[in-house]
T-cell receptor, first 111, second 111 residues
Framework: EDQVTQSPEALRLQEGESSSLNCSYTVSGLRGLFWYRQDPGKGPEFLFTLYSAGEEKEKERLKATLTKKESFLHITAPKPEDSATYLCAVPVNTGFQKLVFGTGTRLLVSP | NAGVTQTPKFRILKIGQSMTLQCAQDMNHNYMYWYRQDPGMGLKLIYYSVGAGITDKGEVPNGYNVSRSTTEDFPLRLELAAPSQTSVYFC??????????FGPGTRLTVT
C-alpha cells in the first residue's frame, strides 16, 4: 500500500535554531515528491517539487532534499513567520492526478 | 489572477440535507481535484477531473458527486449529508504532471 509518513508530528524551535523535517514514503516507483506549507484555516501552499533522488531545491530559509526512501525539509535559522504545518505528498500514478499526503509536521518557531 | 476560489467558506447542514460546494479556477488548468481534510489525517482525494466532461473517483468518493461542464468550474455535490462528512473541503487545480494549487477551503459541519 502506498504510504507517506512525516516526522516529527510537532516541532518547537527557538528563532534561529535550525532543524529538519522528515517525509518517508513507500510507493511503487517514485515519480516525484511535493512539499507544501499550510497555515491555520488556509489551503496548502506549494513550496517544492523534487523529481529524482539526489535532487535539492532551496527557497529562502528552506531546503528540500530527496533520497530513494525519504525527503528532508531543512529549515535554517527559522523565524516566527515560518510557523506552519508542512505537508509532503507523493504521486501514485503517472499523470500525477492522485497524490498521497502525509499528516504533516506542525512547526512552531518562538521569538 | 484570483487562483482557486471556493464558496461558501463555512456551512452547517442538518443530517439528510444536500448541498453543492463551488470551486472555480482562472489559471486555465486542465486538472481539478476535491480533497477532504480531517483533524490528524492527511488530505484525502475525493474526486478529480482531467478536463471538461471527464471525472474519476479518488480514495474516498462515497457520498459525493461531481461534474465538470467547463474548464473553470468543478462543483462537488453532497447528497443526504451525514455526520461523517463533517470536514474541511479543499479544491485544487493543476497543469498535467505539475504541482497542485489549492483554494482556501470550505468548513462543513453536519449535525
Amino acid at each position: 500500500e502506498d504510504q507517506v509518513t512525516q516526522s516529527p508530528e510537532a516541532l518547537r524551535l527557538q528563532e534561529g535554531e535550525s532543524s529538519s523535517l522528515n517525509c518517508s514514503y513507500t510507493v511503487s516507483g517514485l515519480r516525484g515528491l511535493f512539499w507544501y506549507r499550510q497555515d491555520p484555516g488556509k489551503g496548502p501552499e506549494f513550496l517544492f517539487t523534487l523529481y529524482s533522488a539526489g535532487e535539492e531545491k532551496e527557497k529562502e530559509r528552506l531546503k528540500a532534499t530527496l533520497t530513494k526512501k525519504e525527503s528532508f525539509l531543512h529549515i535554517t535559522a527559522p523565524k516566527p513567520e515560518d510557523s506552519a504545518t508542512y505537508l509532503c505528498a507523493v504521486p501514485v500514478n503517472t499523470g500525477f492526478q492522485k497524490l498521497v499526503f502525509g499528516t504533516g509536521t506542525r512547526l512552531l518557531v518562538s521569538p | 489572477n484570483a487562483g482557486v476560489t471556493q464558496t461558501p467558506k463555512f456551512r452547517i447542514l442538518k443530517i439528510g440535507q444536500s448541498m453543492t460546494l463551488q470551486c472555480a479556477q482562472d489559471m486555465n488548468h486542465n486538472y481539478m481535484y476535491w480533497y477532504r481534510q480531517d483533524p490528524g489525517m492527511g488530505l484525502k482525494l475525493i474526486y478529480y477531473s482531467v478536463g471538461a466532461g471527464i471525472t474519476d473517483k479518488g480514495e474516498v468518493p462515497n457520498g459525493y458527486n461531481v461534474s465538470r461542464s467547463t474548464t473553470e468550474d468543478f462543483p462537488l455535490r453532497l447528497e443526504l449529508a451525514a455526520p461523517s462528512q463533517t470536514s474541511v473541503y479543499f479544491c485544487a487545480s493543476s497543469l498535467p504532471g505539475e504541482e497542485q494549487y489549492f483554494g482556501p477551503g470550505t468548513r462543513l459541519t453536519v449535525t
